[in-house]
C-alpha cells in the first residue's frame, strides 16, 4: 500500500476563502436571488481567522438550500469562476505537488466545498481526485434533492471520507500527507504519518505547537536575513497570531486604548510597562495588533518550561529569563533583536506586586529595562526610544488570586486601559536613574486611581496573592506556569 496527499481547500491551496467567489457565481446564474445576512461579515470572519462553527452550521444547511436547483447549472457555474480560483492558488502549491507526485502519491482535495463546485478547480490543477461534500440528486430531473450523499466532509466527517477513500484505493494513512489550517482538521492531521499546517488559524496555532506539527507557508518566499534564521525565531507566527488579537476575541474585557501612535512604525523599540496581572501581556497584544509591528517580550523561564504555551512562547520568538543564573544572555538576545530593528517589550517591575504592596502608588522597578536601554545603546551607536505603556484594569480581568481570567464574565466585563505613552528620554548608563526615570513615566500615565486609592480592604489584599497563599510571601513558592 502508499501513501497519498490531501489537501484542505480554503487558507489552504487557496490564499483566502473561496465562498465570496462561489457567491457571486450562483448568483450571476440565478441560483440564488439575494446575499444572505451578514454574508460579508462572515466571510471576512473566515478569510481573518478561518472557519468557525457559525460558518459550518451554515454549510451544513447547503444541501437544504440547493433543493429543486439544476445540478448542470450549478456545475456551469463553477466552470465559469474556476480561473478566478486558479488565480487564488498559493505559489507554492504547484512544486508541493510535483513532489508527491514524483514520490508516487495520489494528490487529493480533501474539503467540506460541495464536490460539484470545487470539480472543475481540482481538474485544472491536475488532481487525481476529490473528496468532498456531495449533494444528494434527483435522477428523473437532475436536481438537488435537499440531502447529503455521504457524509458532511468536515472535522471528524473529513476524516471518515478520507479513510473510506483510502481504504477503497489501496492507500495507507500512515504514509500519507495532509495539509490544513483549521483546528477542525485535526482528526485528519492526527490519523496520517505526516501532518502539515499551512496558514493556521489561532487554534491551531496552539495545537500545532502541542502536537509539534510542522508549520509551512505556501505563499511566495520573502527575504530573511541570516541573522534572523540564526536567531530561530518565527515572526510570521507571531504575526499571525497578533492578527487575530483583536478585543472581538476577548468579550470578557472592554479595552480603551491611546497613544499607539507613539510606537514607532519601524526600527528598534524597548515598551515598558507595569506589571499587575497575568493579562497584561494579552493586552499588550491588543494594542500592538493596531500597528504594522511585531514584538518579542522577555519572559520568565516558567512561561517556557509550561506545555503548550512554552513552546508556543518560543516559536514567537520570546526571550527566556531565568533569574536564578544571574546571566545577562537573555538582555543581550534582546540587544541582538533590537539591533535587527524588533520592538522587544519588558516589565521592569519583574514581578507582580503582592498583596498591600500591590496598592502602593509608587512603582519599584528592576534595572533590566534601564539595562537594555544602555546596552542597545551601545551596540548601536544611538539611543534607542523607551516607549512607557501604562496599564490599569488588567487585575479586574485575571486578579492574581485566580488561577485563569474570568471569561464568563461577558455580561459587564471590566474596562482595560492601554495607554501609550511618548518616548522617555534617558541617560543611558545611569541604570538606578534611567529606571526610576521609567518607573515615573509609567506611573504618569495611570489613572489618579492609582494615586489615591487609600488603604486597601481585607479583600482587596486576597485578591492580590496567589491561590492558596497562606504566609510569607519570601516562603511561598508558587509553581505554576507564568505566576511570579
Request: proline share 7%; charged share 20%.
Given at each position: 500500500?502508499?501513501?497519498?496527499?490531501?489537501?484542505d481547500l480554503d487558507r489552504t491551496l487557496l490564499v483566502g476563502a473561496s465562498g465570496t467567489v462561489f457567491s457571486k457565481a450562483m448568483r450571476e446564474a440565478g441560483l440564488l436571488t439575494r446575499s444572505f445576512p451578514g454574508e460579508s461579515l462572515l466571510y471576512g470572519l473566515f478569510n481573518r481567522i478561518g472557519e468557525t462553527l457559525p460558518s459550518m452550521a451554515l454549510a451544513r444547511q447547503g444541501a437544504n438550500l440547493a433543493k429543486g436547483r439544476s445540478r448542470k447549472l450549478v456545475q456551469q457555474a463553477a466552470e465559469g469562476v474556476a480561473d478566478a480560483l486558479m488565480a487564488?492558488?498559493?505559489?507554492?502549491?504547484?512544486?508541493?505537488?510535483?513532489?508527491?507526485?514524483?514520490?508516487?502519491?495520489?494528490?487529493?482535495?480533501?474539503?467540506?466545498?460541495?464536490?460539484?463546485?470545487?470539480?472543475?478547480?481540482?481538474?485544472?490543477?491536475?488532481?487525481?481526485?476529490?473528496?468532498?461534500?456531495?449533494?444528494?440528486?434527483?435522477?428523473?430531473d437532475d436536481t438537488y434533492n435537499g440531502t447529503l450523499d455521504g457524509p458532511f466532509v468536515w472535522s471528524a466527517g473529513k476524516l471518515a471520507a478520507v479513510s473510506e477513500w483510502a481504504t477503497r484505493n489501496g492507500v495507507q494513512?500512515?504514509?500519507?500527507?495532509?495539509?490544513?489550517?483549521?483546528?477542525?482538521?485535526?482528526?485528519?492531521?492526527?490519523?496520517?504519518?505526516?501532518?502539515?499546517?499551512?496558514?493556521?488559524?489561532?487554534?491551531?496555532?496552539?495545537?500545532?505547537?502541542?502536537?509539534?506539527?510542522?508549520?509551512?507557508?505556501?505563499?511566495?518566499?520573502?527575504?530573511?536575513?541570516?541573522?534572523?534564521?540564526?536567531?530561530?525565531?518565527?515572526?510570521?507566527?507571531q504575526r499571525l497570531a497578533l492578527s487575530v488579537t483583536h478585543p472581538f476575541f476577548f468579550p470578557f474585557a472592554k479595552f480603551r486604548i491611546e497613544g499607539t501612535e507613539n510606537i514607532p512604525e519601524a526600527g528598534a523599540a524597548i515598551l515598558v510597562g507595569n506589571h499587575?496581572?497575568?493579562?497584561?501581556?494579552?493586552?499588550?497584544?491588543?494594542?500592538?495588533?493596531?500597528?504594522?509591528?511585531?514584538v518579542r517580550f522577555l519572559g520568565k523561564k516558567e512561561?517556557?518550561?509550561?506545555?503548550?504555551?512554552?513552546?508556543?512562547?518560543?516559536a514567537m520568538g520570546g526571550i527566556r529569563v531565568d533569574r536564578g543564573t544571574g546571566s545577562d544572555e537573555p538582555l543581550q538576545a534582546a540587544a541582538d533583536a533590537l539591533a535587527n530593528g524588533d520592538l522587544v517589550a519588558i516589565m521592569p517591575q519583574g514581578t507582580i506586586p503582592r498583596g498591600k504592596a500591590f496598592?502602593?502608588?509608587?512603582?519599584?522597578?528592576?534595572?533590566?529595562?534601564?539595562?537594555?536601554?544602555?546596552?542597545?545603546?551601545?551596540?548601536?551607536?544611538?539611543?534607542?526610544?523607551?516607549?512607557?505603556?501604562?496599564?490599569?484594569?488588567?487585575?479586574?480581568?485575571w486578579p492574581r488570586s485566580a488561577r485563569i481570567p474570568n471569561v464568563l464574565n461577558l455580561v459587564t466585563p471590566p474596562t482595560v486601559t492601554i495607554t501609550v505613552g511618548e518616548p522617555i528620554t534617558l541617560a543611558y548608563g545611569d541604570v538606578e536613574a534611567d529606571?526610576?526615570?521609567?518607573?515615573?513615566?509609567?506611573?504618569?500615565?495611570?489613572?489618579?486611581?492609582?494615586?489615591?486609592?487609600?488603604?486597601?480592604?481585607?479583600?482587596?489584599?486576597?485578591?492580590?496573592?496567589?491561590?492558596?497563599?497562606?504566609?510569607?510571601?519570601?516562603?511561598?513558592?508558587?509553581r505554576r506556569p507564568g505566576h511570579d
Amino acid at each position: 500500500m502508499t501513501g497519498a496527499a490531501f489537501f484542505d481547500l480554503d487558507r489552504t491551496l487557496l490564499v483566502g476563502a473561496s465562498g465570496t467567489v462561489f457567491s457571486k457565481a450562483m448568483r450571476e446564474a440565478g441560483l440564488l436571488t439575494r446575499s444572505f445576512p451578514g454574508e460579508s461579515l462572515l466571510y471576512g470572519l473566515f478569510n481573518r481567522i478561518g472557519e468557525t462553527l457559525p460558518s459550518m452550521a451554515l454549510a451544513r444547511q447547503g444541501a437544504n438550500l440547493a433543493k429543486g436547483r439544476s445540478r448542470k447549472l450549478v456545475q456551469q457555474a463553477a466552470e465559469g469562476v474556476a480561473d478566478a480560483l486558479m488565480a487564488m492558488v498559493q505559489p507554492l502549491a504547484a512544486p508541493l505537488f510535483e513532489e508527491h507526485r514524483a514520490a508516487g502519491r495520489a494528490i487529493v482535495l480533501a474539503t467540506t466545498t460541495p464536490y460539484d463546485l470545487v470539480k472543475p478547480l481540482a481538474d485544472r490543477l491536475g488532481l487525481d481526485d476529490v473528496v468532498a461534500t456531495r449533494y444528494g440528486v434527483d435522477v428523473d430531473d437532475d436536481t438537488y434533492n435537499g440531502t447529503l450523499d455521504g457524509p458532511f466532509v468536515w472535522s471528524a466527517g473529513k476524516l471518515a471520507a478520507v479513510s473510506e477513500w483510502a481504504t477503497r484505493n489501496g492507500v495507507q494513512l500512515a504514509e500519507s500527507f495532509a495539509y490544513s489550517d483549521s483546528v477542525y482538521d485535526a482528526p485528519l492531521l492526527s490519523a496520517v504519518g505526516n501532518p502539515f499546517v499551512v496558514n493556521p488559524d489561532p487554534r491551531m496555532v496552539l495545537m500545532a505547537a502541542a502536537r509539534r506539527w510542522p508549520t509551512i507557508s505556501l505563499a511566495a518566499p520573502t527575504a530573511v536575513s541570516d541573522k534572523r534564521k540564526r536567531q530561530g525565531t518565527n515572526m510570521d507566527l507571531q504575526r499571525l497570531a497578533l492578527s487575530v488579537t483583536h478585543p472581538f476575541f476577548f468579550p470578557f474585557a472592554k479595552f480603551r486604548i491611546e497613544g499607539t501612535e507613539n510606537i514607532p512604525e519601524a526600527g528598534a523599540a524597548i515598551l515598558v510597562g507595569n506589571h499587575r496581572s497575568y493579562f497584561d501581556a494579552a493586552a499588550i497584544g491588543v494594542a500592538i495588533a493596531r500597528t504594522e509591528r511585531t514584538v518579542r517580550f522577555l519572559g520568565k523561564k516558567e512561561v517556557f518550561d509550561a506545555p503548550v504555551l512554552g513552546q508556543l512562547a518560543a516559536a514567537m520568538g520570546g526571550i527566556r529569563v531565568d533569574r536564578g543564573t544571574g546571566s545577562d544572555e537573555p538582555l543581550q538576545a534582546a540587544a541582538d533583536a533590537l539591533a535587527n530593528g524588533d520592538l522587544v517589550a519588558i516589565m521592569p517591575q519583574g514581578t507582580i506586586p503582592r498583596g498591600k504592596a500591590f496598592y502602593k502608588p509608587v512603582l519599584k522597578g528592576r534595572w533590566g529595562a534601564a539595562r537594555l536601554a544602555a546596552l542597545a545603546n551601545e551596540s548601536l551607536n544611538e539611543p534607542v526610544p523607551v516607549i512607557p505603556i501604562g496599564l490599569w484594569g488588567t487585575e479586574k480581568v485575571w486578579p492574581r488570586s485566580a488561577r485563569i481570567p474570568n471569561v464568563l464574565n461577558l455580561v459587564t466585563p471590566p474596562t482595560v486601559t492601554i495607554t501609550v505613552g511618548e518616548p522617555i528620554t534617558l541617560a543611558y548608563g545611569d541604570v538606578e536613574a534611567d529606571t526610576a526615570t521609567i518607573m515615573q513615566a509609567i506611573m504618569d500615565l495611570l489613572p489618579e486611581e492609582s494615586r489615591t486609592h487609600g488603604k486597601p480592604t481585607k479583600q482587596e489584599i486576597a485578591l492580590a496573592l496567589p491561590p492558596g497563599y497562606k504566609g510569607d510571601h519570601k516562603k511561598e513558592k508558587d509553581r505554576r506556569p507564568g505566576h511570579d
